[in-house]
């Protein structure tokens, strides 16, 4: 089979195809032809700043071709997606039962590797907020493939204005299609009216201004691998809340909660209230090209690679 690799830390350009065996299923594992694969930032991140190569790993969708010993609720033919932390970019991959979820019908493997992963980060980040009906959100890298998710679940739990902060105004028209009310860029003095809740994807340098954005009393959820710091006295003079999440720590401490967020996310697909957007698509081959855009900022939506 083929997959993607890298030998040394850099950028899109040390990605590289190369053949491998196909990997068999041990214990708890599912065996999936993969028919697409989402790139994520964290991943891109990694193969620039982590000093030792890992595997690349990142949401999968495709058929199961095998099982392992211990598995129940699948078997081959079944159509899947999932979180795989080993080898993901590659036309085979293993994926933990306890992570996979079913594709409904109807549903393309596409569809699902821009709605799942990405859907559960931005439900559980929202979930994090305890938002009420009424407030107002704010959602940064509201263009990303999270961000674009999270902008329209912030709608659907109540909000009563959405803003989207984004790194240029030529996403403005995407997210207000999304159903924002406003648009602000990063790099603006004044990021508008307060908001009750935000939901931070970028971390870093945009942590200070997604704090200030926030109204006295009000919540950050820092969901973001970018950092960042925030002075304390920030949150004191204002009563605001920093609360960070992780989606990993749900799937395993909160194993129920986690499948229940997944069938909510289908809900809401099937009923027309979310929309998971695709900025491109790219083949195996391609793989240096879609880390460029995640690394770039250039995506609308989530960026698929297709073995």
Do not use: C
Request: aromatic share 6%; no cysteine; hydrophobic share 45%.
């Amino acid at each position: 089979m083929r997959r993607v690799q890298y030998e040394h830390s850099g950028g899109p350009e040390v990605l590289e195809v190369v053949s491998a065996e196909v990997p068999t299923p041990g214990p708890g594992e599912l065996l999936v032809r993969v028919d697409a694969i989402g790139v994520t930032l964290p991943v891109v991140r990694k193969v620039r700043e982590q000093r030792a190569p890992i595997a690349l790993g990142g949401e999968v969708a495709g058929e199961v071709v095998a099982v392992g010993e211990g598995v129940t609720g699948y078997a081959p033919g079944y159509r899947v997606t999932g979180l795989v932390f080993g080898h993901g970019y590659a036309e085979y991959a293993l994926l933990a039962a306890a992570m996979a979820t079913p594709i409904p019908d109807g549903a393309s493997a596409v569809d699902a590797v821009a709605l799942v992963r990405s859907g559960l980060v931005a439900l559980g980040a929202l979930e994090a907020a305890s938002p009420k009906e009424g407030e107002s959100a704010l959602v940064t890298a509201a263009a990303s493939g999270v961000g674009h998710l999270a902008v329209q679940l912030a709608r659907v739990r109540g909000a009563a204005r959405v803003v989207g902060a984004v790194s240029d105004r030529a996403k403005a028209e995407f997210v207000l299609g999304l159903g924002a009310d406003e648009v602000v860029e990063y790099g603006q003095e004044s990021w508008g009216e307060p908001v009750d809740y935000a939901l931070d994807a970028v971390g870093g340098e945009l942590l200070g201004p997604a704090v200030a954005a926030v109204a006295p009393g009000g919540r950050l959820v820092a969901y973001s691998s970018g950092g960042g710091t925030i002075e304390a006295y920030d949150l004191l003079v204002g009563a605001k809340s920093v609360i960070g999440f992780q989606i990993a720590r749900i799937a395993k401490e909160q194993p129920d909660l986690y499948d229940h967020w997944r069938q909510e996310l289908w809900q809401y697909v099937a009923s027309g209230q979310l929309r998971p957007a695709v900025h491109a698509e790219f083949a195996l081959d391609e793989a240096a090209e879609a880390h460029r855009v995640i690394e770039e900022r250039g995506n609308l939506g989530k960026v698929v690679l297709i073995p």
